[in-house]
């Protein structure tokens, strides 16, 4: 490119950086060379001389799921905001990629890098995510937990999370005041932090109302489509429904359980109540009431909040975004 516009290759990565006060006509020729040559600078090249593209890290568990598709969109949106490229990687749920994504990263000189998924919380994934939070640490990123429990104040981990239990509590309390008393539960998951979190709030809604638990309405599955659908058909297979209302762990589980319920020839909610979380597809398509998560909105904060503390120092935030509950037409109130 320089032999081609005539000049130097000092002179030609002094213009491309900025740092070279340029004649016009040698400026425009310099250009013309970049555009005809379809030039593309290389940034390992960049990142040795000393100036890096700036950047932040999403590590998320699947981009199909719409949950971790607008966290991720509310982290590309405030990294371009703050003139940041975003860098994307998948795990699949998989804690040995997530390492391999996180050090890859941190190589990348991403100046944070931000965990999205549903975690088992045991000492394993304590010690693993303290290990990464200083790691990062130590070239001067910054490590952000999204939707996933602090690691206490020695680790240098900003924490952005949702109010699950809050949620929870606030959907059940609808079920309960509308008169439902035998409500199903599908989404139990021991162990992992989101399920946790709403069941807690399940329970203690109907704790707050001085309903009896019975652990019998709480089904395991995961927070998927077709598990809604395999949770529901098998619970109607075991005999006539033995409640009126169901909160489902999140929308997709409302939308297979939907199906399952319409397969057997039940209406929602003439025949049976439903409620979900998260407020994302297909709980317009279903006039589903559900909870509210600000998905964009976490994306959003973790960037913010990381580049802050970046420039800050301090303890590193921890902040737990709110939810509430939209109302539409799912349930029934029992006469």
């Given amino acids: 490119m320089a032999a081609q516009a005539g000049v130097s290759v000092a002179t030609v990565s002094r213009i491309l950086t900025g740092s070279y006060p340029a004649a016009p006509a040698t ?20 990142a040795l001389a000393g100036t890096p593209n700036k950047s932040v890290a999403i590590v998320l568990n699947s981009v199909i799921s719409p949950h971790y598709a607008h966290v991720a969109q509310g982290v590309e949106a405030q990294a371009a905001a703050e003139g940041r490229l ?45 290990r990464y939070a200083r790691s990062l640490a130590a070239i001067g990123s910054r490590l952000v937990l999204c939707g996933r429990p602090p690691l206490g104040p020695d680790v240098p981990a ?3 999370e949702y109010d699950h239990t809050g949620g929870a509590f606030a959907a059940t309390s609808h079920l309960l ?20 979190g709403r069941l807690a709030g399940y329970r203690q809604a109907l704790t707050a109302y001085r309903m009896r638990h019975d652990p019998a309405l709480e089904v395991d599955g995961r927070l998927e489509w077709h ?3 395999r949770m529901m058909t098998e619970r109607l297979a075991a005999g006539p429904p033995d409640f009126t209302a169901v909160f489902c762990g999140n929308d997709l589980i409302a939308g297979g359980a939907y199906r399952a319920l319409a397969e057997r020839g039940l209406r ?9 979380f998260d407020d994302l597809p297909p709980s317009l398509d279903l006039n589903l009431t559900t909870v509210h998560l600000p998905h964009e909105e ?16 301090g303890s590193p935030p921890h902040v737990i975004l709110g939810t509430h509950l939209v109302v539409r037409g799912s349930v029934r109130p029992r006469r």
């Fill in 27 to 46: 400026r425009a020729r310099v250009l013309r060379a970049v555009k005809d040559l379809d030039y593309v600078a290389n940034a390992h090249a960049r």
């Fill in 86 to 130: 975003c860098l994307i990687g998948t795990t699949g749920g998989d804690p040995e990629r997530e390492f391999a994504m996180v050090k890859f990263m941190r190589e990348q000189h991403a100046e944070a890098v931000i965990l999205v998924g549903n975690v088992v919380a045991d000492d394993k994934y304590r010690e693993r995510m303290s």
């Fill in 158 to 160: 900003v924490v952005v």
């Fill in 177 to 196: 005041s509308a008169g439902h008393e035998r409500i199903l539960f599908l989404g139990s998951r021991p162990g992992y932090t989101t399920a946790e």
């Fill in 227 to 229: 598990e809604g659908h």
């Fill in 268 to 276: 929602v909610p003439d025949d049976v109540s439903m409620v979900g």
């Fill in 298 to 313: 976490v994306g959003r904060t973790a960037v913010r909040l990381a580049l802050e503390h970046e420039t800050r120092g």
